[in-house]
Structure formats: structure tokens, C-alpha cells
Nanobody, 121 residues
Framework: QVQLVESGGGLVQTGGSLRLSCAAS????????MGWYRQAPGRQRELVAT???????NYADSPKGRFTISRDNAKNTVYLQMNSLKPEDTAVYYC???????????????WGQGTQVTVSS
């Protein structure tokens, strides 16, 4: 199993910044893509950004130019720097990773427990 532990959420005013972190742990796995998704009340979970193990990034249109995803492969940790936050960014943010088990070469997807981000107007 791979465990994902998120931190860094909270309450911030419009225009403020937050940095989310997510650390993956577990033995016998290779961590491939890591990413962040978010789910606002009454809405479906949506992509925020992903980053490959080689550092290639992909962003949804809404946070593009305001959010930056990065990772530390040595620590199996992914970060999301969120700047110029807007009330519409309010959501529970979930860390996600695709991990490959060394023994079977099987890929599985794992989710963190989520961290609340609230942007006040």
C-alpha cells in the first residue's frame, strides 16, 4: 500500500497564497505521476495539476498561471504553490499518485485524505 499524507490547507483571503504538500510512503513501489485534484461542495472532483517523475507538468485551465506544481523525487513529495487565490478556489484538495509495484509491475492509483482550502472574499 501507498499512503499519502497532505498538509498545508487553511483559510486565506482573496489574493493570498498557500502551499500544499503531500508525502507518499510505502515500500516496494515506484512513484510515477503525482498530482492534485479538488472538489468543491456540490461539484465533481476535478484536476488541478499533475507532474511526472521526469518533471513534466499539466495544469487545468482555471489555476494555470497562478498555481505551480513541483516535486521532490528523493522524498516522494509533491507540492502545490497557490498564489492569487480566489473564492472559487475554495475546495477540498486531494493528492493523487500512480504507483507501480516492483514485484508485479502493476500500476495502482492512490488518494490522500484531502485538505480543506478556503478563500474568503
Amino acid at each position: 500500500q501507498v499512503q499519502l499524507v497532505e498538509s498545508g490547507g487553511g483559510l486565506v483571503q482573496t489574493g493570498g497564497s498557500l502551499r500544499l504538500s503531500c508525502a507518499a510512503s510505502g515500500s516496494g513501489f515506484r512513484i510515477n505521476v503525482m498530482g492534485w485534484y479538488r472538489q468543491a461542495p456540490g461539484r465533481q472532483r476535478e484536476l488541478v495539476a499533475t507532474i511526472s517523475s521526469a518533471g513534466s507538468t499539466n495544469y487545468a485551465d482555471s489555476p494555470k498561471g497562478r498555481f505551480t506544481i513541483s516535486r521532490d523525487n528523493a522524498k516522494n513529495t509533491v507540492y502545490l504553490q497557490m498564489n492569487s487565490l480566489k473564492p472559487e478556489d475554495t475546495a477540498v484538495y486531494y493528492c493523487n499518485t500512480e504507483a507501480v509495484r516492483f514485484t508485479t509491475n502493476r500500476s495502482d492509483t492512490y488518494w490522500g485524505q484531502g485538505t480543506q482550502v478556503t478563500v474568503s472574499s
